[in-house]
């Protein structure tokens, strides 16, 4: 199927450990997205790559670090997990290049982080 | 800043019309998307304005006005599928996408 994945879809971890979201685009899209989703619902942008390289970074601590080794793949590491870090990311993906918002943007099914 | 506001959450009636409304204050403006959220689930795109007017896409329908910074998304024949959050999102003049907080619709029958 033509789509966005994401894993895992659940994460529950402790505090301070390490972990990796992953999300891949089988779309052809240029353009990958993380989105973190809090217990509020509001869809806050965190990182924008276009093409492998980073257009977007809203103001994320830099615990949070995305990896894109290709355009179809966008990886999400987050370094000594904190208690506010639980929350929903969703991975998405756009077709147009250069971070020109105006295409619609296709979401991953979420991952779920709980941080006890 | 930049701003967008939704009502936080609206009931309606299986069977009814209801109207949800999106006020925005961006720097510039080069569209208005409106996605589509049920609880535990992905967002999904319903339908992308950036002329005035209204798009009409089956039962769903989208409003625009610049020069008010207004839009609004109609949904007619409710069904309880439509139970959702609908999110507004404003592309400003710099091509950031601006979400709304969302809007929680409650279909009750």
Partial sequence: DTAVSQTPKYLVTQMGNDKSIKCEQNLGHDTMYWYKQDSKKFLKIMFSYNNKELIINETVPNRFSPKSPDKAHLNLHINSLELGDSAVYFCASSLAGGGINTDTQYFGPGTRLTVL | ?109
């Fill in chain 2, 1 to 109: 800043g930049q701003n967008i506001d939704q009502p936080t959450e609206m009931t309606a009636t299986e069977g009814a019309i209801v109207q949800i409304n999106c006020t925005y204050q961006t720097s510039g403006f080069n569209g208005l998307f409106w996605y589509q959220q049920h609880a535990g689930e992905a967002p999904t795109f319903l339908s992308y304005n950036v002329l005035d007017g209204l798009e009409e896409k089956g039962r769903f329908s989208s409003f625009l006005s610049r020069s008010k910074g207004y839009s609004y998304l109609l949904l007619k024949e409710l069904q309880m599928k439509d139970s959702a959050s609908y999110l507004c999102a404003v592309t400003d003049s710099n091509y950031q996408l601006i979400w709304g907080a969302g809007t929680k619709l409650i279909i009750k029958p």
